[in-house]
């Protein structure tokens, strides 16, 4: 069984320029460098008692922490309704000029209906803009799917560490600073720092798509925190 340390994690829905200064910020991070005796004053927790067994956080530090820092979970925006998503695939702006061709086209054939050309022109144009809709429609549709089924890597329990007794909580309720213990077939409830492991792997195959599991090692770091073996992700599975 693995023994780790839960890093600082804020789930917040970003948009494209908070998401890239988010990741400089996990790139920047200094927590998996540090001597765990510094690491232990960072986050203000308490690895061991005086006997050398885990000890972590008391029940009162991790409320405060929780209605500090929110769940470890991650948040969903609010989506719009299938109709107004395919209304929006069907209005893009070079689907808008089309549809006014299409428009043009039909008044066309009103001023001249003894020549079907302009109608015919313009059901094509009609034609070929609902069906690139339906076609992105489908796209954002299965991507969207991707992004939902990725809740099933996240486990609904973690055991932990507090006050030096062993329990299984709620993973929504971690925060940084507690202690967690993984072992192998567990799903990795937080974003933590390695303290013990015994030949423990992880496959980042949720993440990076890598194939190969990769080995973990409590005293092994690097500067990159996405390539350190130290460190194990949010989602990734415990081999």
Known sequence: MDTVLKNKKKGKNVDMQEAVKSNEKVRDMVLHTIPVAQL???LETKLKNSEGKWHGLNKEQAKVRLDKYGENALTEKKGLPWYCV??????????????????????????????PANLYLGLVLAGVVFLTGCFSYYQTSK??????????????????????????IDAKTLVPGDIIKVKGGDNVPADIRILQSHEMKV???????????????????????????????????CT
Do not use: H
């Not at 991707?146 to 007794?165: D, S, T």
């Not at 993440?207 to 390539?227: C, F, I, Q, Y």
């Open 143 to 168: 991507s969207a799917s991707l992004m939902a089924q990725f809740k099933n890597f996240i486990p609904p329990k973690a055991v932990a560490v507090r006050n030096g007794e062993v329990s299984e």
């Open 86 to 115: 395919f209304a929006q695939e069907l209005t893009g702006f070079f689907s808008l000029l089309l549809w006014f061709g299409s428009l043009l086209c039909f008044i066309g054939y009103a001023l001249m209906p003894s020549d």
């Open 203 to 237: 496959s980042n195959a949720s993440l990076t798509g890598e194939s190969e599991d990769l080995l973990r090692l409590a005293d092994v770091s690097m500067k990159n925190p996405l390539e350190s073996p130290n460190l194990a992700f949010f989602g990734t599975q």
């Open 40 to 42: 232990e004053q960072e």
